[in-house]
């Protein structure tokens, strides 16, 4: 399942990558923009199937069939420094909360900011966020990204889970659309299995209706 939604999500990206002449109706890519993201996905899946055992592997896979070289030492701890201030300057005031742990860096997007109750659609008011989250984890491409999409426990258990999982791939997507290489993204939905919160009332439930995006370096000493 893991290498068809890879793949699925490459085409996704190729796909928003074309233009439309407005003569002919033709959609087009050109042949420099085919080049490179021939390369950089073409690698990136080829790595990416290799091993399907976990999402890291993956997402490692990828990274190294793109071409992008691991972190190493002390370089990880200034690399991830330098991409958590951009990311407060970029999203300063946009309701997303931003945590360091150690060389992670977790970003939570509360629900009430990103999408309407019950549906997937990021909100209009959202695209630009989601558009500097792009732009720096773009540009700081030593990295792979979870994408994890979370409920409270209203509603049935087979409703939230599929919920989760469908607007952690909306904003998955989105991140995509922006040129963030596919093979880096981590997908998961937890329906309502996380909790920030303690649940079962109106007021802490809509604390657990989230998507966090966690950036983990891409190192050379990890155990994968």
Known sequence: MKKVLTIAAATMFLAACTTTDPYTGEERTSRATQ????????????????????????????????????????????????????????????????YRDGDYIELIMPSNITFDTGSDRIRDDFQQVLRSVAIVVKEYDQTYIYVDGHTDTTGSHEFNQDLSERRAWAVADRLIRREVLPGR??????????????TGNNVNEPQNRRVEIQIVPFTDDRNY
């Open 35 to 98: 080049g490179a993201i021939i390369g950089a996905l073409g690698g990136a899946i080829i790595g990416a199937l290799t091993n399907t055992s976990d999402g890291e592997q993956m997402a490692k896979n990828a990274l190294l069939g793109a071409g992008i070289g691991a972190l190493a030492g002390g370089a990880i701890g200034h690399y991830q420094d330098e991409q958590e201030a951009e990311l407060r300057r970029r999203l300063q005031g946009t309701g997303v909360q931003i």
């Open 185 to 198: 993204l981590i997908v998961r939905g937890y329906g309502e299995t996380r909790p920030l919160v303690p």
